[in-house]
């Protein structure tokens, strides 16, 4: 069958609806993760060098701009996490106990919970144990 | 198909056209509908079809969402006409255009030879594990092992889900979400041993690795299926498949 069709540009995609918007927030979201990544490693090589560097990288996040900057990443971090266990029970084959499936909320919830507990137990080890 | 005029309320049905044969690209029509408040958009589209203007095209045919030919775009959101009423469009009217990420052949109508040809490679039927005959009888199964791949089998081929898959959009080698869910529907079958042979059909670029989970296709499946899970399950299948073959080059088990 030939015939002339028409193909409509895909440009701009993203701007169509409130859901594509959302899942273009999610993936951008990553980019943060990664940066304050970064920060972590360039502390550990910093760390590797002896106190003094260590020291200096530490004054340089005291900084308001570095300051912001964990502020902004942490909202990110929280929009990526979030996000990432919303998509998660997508990722997995139907589990089931006691012969019922378990529902796709339960399973967002577990995760989410299992990431605010680990975060608070990392939050109060370091509490616990500053100098 | 004639609807009883008994009000004198109209509504606003704005239509994509495109002629292939004089138009170098599409543009808007807008007709004044009769409009009552039990009447679905193909109601409308109908109306305008037999009183209106008879150039309009448009495909239908069992106006109760399970013969999937009625996929259109309405206000930019992917929906089949013959269920969506107009009274959810009232009084601001409605935009309906062809189904995007598809090539328009006449105004409303897609063309849909791409997605038939993958429906083909994804072998959607049951292939036995062992050659069977009708002696064999039945081969019952448990309600869990129906509810591993029941809701993918309610697919109707109407599109939807790839009119909402951006990556389908961007590169339209993608085998898209309704071909790999019922592909996923197959293999998730207990009767079913055609596993392997499916397996290159998800491993390949165009398989489940052009997905990235915008999720957008289980949201406007009129039907319940989860071609979102389908897909991004055969992630860890393919994974498992990859080392698999590393570790024994000549394995061909998968789970």
Known sequence: ?131 | MSIPVTTSKTIAIECLRYNPESDTEPRYQTYDVPYTDDMSVLQGLQYIKDHLDGSLTFRWSCRMAICGSCGTMLNGVPALSCESFLRNYWPDGVRVEPLVNFPIVRDLVIDQTDFLHKLDTVKPWLIPREPRVLADGARPQTPAQMDEYYQYSQCINCLLCYAACPQYGLTPGFTGPAALALLHRYNADSRDGGTAERMEVINAEEGVWSCTLVGYCSVVCPKGVDPARAINQNKINSTKDYFAHLLMPRGREVP
Request: with cysteine.
């Open chain 1, 1 to 131: 069958m030939t015939q002339r069709t028409y193909v409509r540009p895909t440009a701009g995609w993203w701007r169509r609806n409130g859901h594509y918007r959302a899942y273009m927030l999610r993936e951008a979201s990553s980019v943060f993760v990664t940066a304050y990544a970064l920060v972590l490693l360039v502390g550990l090589a910093r760390l590797a060098q002896g106190r003094a560097p260590f020291e200096a990288w530490r004054a340089a996040l005291a900084t308001p701009w570095a300051l912001a900057f964990h502020v902004v990443a942490l909202g990110f971090f929280v929009c990526h996490a979030w996000t990432w266990f919303a998509v998660m029970p997508k990722t997995l084959p139907f589990i089931r106990m006691r012969g019922r499936r378990v529902p796709d909320e339960a399973l967002v919830a577990a995760g989410a919970c299992a990431a605010v507990a680990a975060s608070l137990l990392l939050f109060l080890a370091v509490w616990w144990t500053r100098p």
